[in-house]
């Protein structure tokens, strides 16, 4: 078994509101040197080893976990070691 954990974000060109009022609310508790506050999305889970591997994860990332059009992704895969 695989665990994937995709990391999903804005695209640059796109304007974050949810960062940036994040980034008012770190100010005006006295962080000031925090700037540039982008808020994404994390998604784990665990597929089967017989998957069909990058292709499903690419495919599961672009038809659902990602809005491709305003949106990037990225994934890690590791091994699941069971005890």
């Not at 700037?35 to 069909?52: H, L, M, Q, S, T």
């Amino acid at each position: 078994m695989k665990k994937v954990k995709v990391f999903v974000t804005l695209k640059e060109s796109v304007l974050d509101p949810q960062g940036k009022a994040v980034e008012a609310a770190l100010h005006q508790l006295g962080f000031s040197g925090v700037k540039d506050v982008r808020i994404g999305k994390y998604i784990e889970f665990v597929v089967a080893d017989g998957a069909d591997g990058e292709r499903d994860i690419r495919a599961m990332c672009e038809k659902l976990l990602a809005n491709t059009v305003i949106e990037d992704y990225r994934y890690e895969v590791e091994e699941v070691v069971s005890l």
